[in-house]
């Protein structure tokens, strides 16, 4: 079982920058791929960024690439989005997932555990 604990969140006028982390229960953090989504009110949740285990592989949602940033330290057994640029339009509920596989996933499906979500808003 992985338990995880996201923080960092809060509100930022637009062109601000956050940087979320979420920290992992486990012994065995660099085995899992892990991944940040978000929700906005009355939306699906969506995907935004992906990491592989060793942290050599990323992947971003288009809306976000050149402006977020995902990583990893896998002896602190957290994993982080910096938030630059920040737009209105970032705002929702965001929340880290875990996968305990190797590679890289996008989908809410391919993820095993969730965190229980930080607020960012962003004020126009």
């Known amino acids: 079982q992985v338990q995880l604990v996201e923080s960092g969140g809060g509100l930022v006028q637009a062109g601000g920058s956050l940087r979320l982390s979420c920290a992992t229960s486990?012994?065995?953090?660099?085995?899992?791929?892990m991944g940040w989504f978000r929700q906005a009110p009355g939306k699906e949740r969506e995907f935004v960024a992906a990491?592989?285990?060793?942290?050599?592989?990323?992947y971003y949602a288009d809306s976000v690439k050149g402006r977020f940033t995902i990583s990893r330290d896998n002896a602190k057994n957290t994993v982080y989005l910096q938030m630059n640029s920040l737009k209105p339009e970032d705002t929702a509920v965001y929340y880290c997932?875990?996968?305990?596989?190797?590679?890289?996933?996008?989908?809410?499906?391919?993820?095993?555990?969730w965190g229980q979500g930080t607020q960012v808003t962003v004020s126009s």
């Open positions: 997932a875990a996968r305990g596989a190797a590679g890289i996933y996008i989908g809410v499906d391919r993820y095993n555990y």
């Open positions: 486990g012994r065995t953090f660099s085995n899992h791929a």
């Open positions: 990491i592989s285990g060793s942290g050599g592989s990323t």
